[in-house]
């Protein structure tokens, strides 16, 4: 089946550069997204790798390395507002459905 | 353009009462889906409808059932409510060569 592994809390500060890490074990791959939830909001999507590399929006970077079943998020110039939960997501073995990791709550403070 | 929608924002219910959820979405996708969010577990698949008249099974699907009314419509029905469906409750649609699913505002269900 599909499983995904990801720190559950990270803290950084104000102006800081955090990243968010990912491992999946999938019986199939098309892809891994990146999502992200405010408290008491609903989840909206950041970004998506297919391929190997790094993926660029703006502050925001993703990172996929299908070898070695890896993937991260990047956030730079953190700020205040970026204090979310962020979760990873690879399609389930139909390719039809997508299966999210347990997700990461990032804290950032002044 | 709303997006997703779902019905209601709220509910309490007790314990071996049946309710529906509503979801709706105005963005032509084929694909819908239900998930459950308990704190610390993340996002849950309950079932899923790739398409119009399809339905399938996901990761948590037991004590629930579900509809794909037509293209715009995907409800899920708890027939007896228990303590452990206490959950947020999430619909999402997708078209799936976009790669991105997009989600509904959530139901918040307390069953007493």
């Known amino acids: 089946g599909q499983s995904l592994e990801q720190p559950s809390e990270v803290t950084a500060v104000e102006g800081a550069i955090v990243q968010i890490n990912c491992t999946y074990q999938t019986s199939g791959f098309y892809g891994l997204s990146w999502y992200q939830q405010h408290d008491g909001g609903a989840p909206t999507f950041l970004s998506y790798?297919?391929?190997?590399g790094l993926e660029e929006t703006g502050r925001f970077s993703s990172f996929l390395s299908r070898s070695d079943s890896y993937g991260y998020l990047l956030l730079q110039e953190l700020q205040m507002k970026d204090s979310a939960s962020y979760f990873c997501?690879?399609?389930?073995?139909?390719?039809?459905?997508?299966?999210f990791g347990k997700g990461t709550t990032l804290s950032v403070s002044s | 353009n709303a997006g997703v929608t779902q019905t209601p924002k709220f509910q309490v219910l007790k314990t071996g009462q049946s309710m529906t959820l509503q979801c709706a979405q105005d963005?032509?996708?084929?694909?819908m889906y239900w998930y459950r969010q308990d704190p610390g577990m993340g996002l849950r698949l309950i079932y899923y409808s790739a398409s119009e008249g399809t339905t399938d099974k996901g990761e948590v699907p037991n004590g629930y059932n579900v509809s794909r009314l037509n293209k715009r419509e995907f409800s899920l029905r708890l027939e007896s409510a228990a303590p452990s469906q206490t959950s947020v409750y999430f619909c999402a649609s997708m078209l799936l060569a976009e790669e991105t699913q997009y989600f509904g505002p959530g139901t918040r269900l307390l069953v007493l």
């Open positions: 997501a690879v399609r389930d073995k139909a390719g039809t459905a997508l299966i």
């Open positions: 790798n297919a391929l190997d």
């Open positions: 963005m032509n996708h084929n694909s």
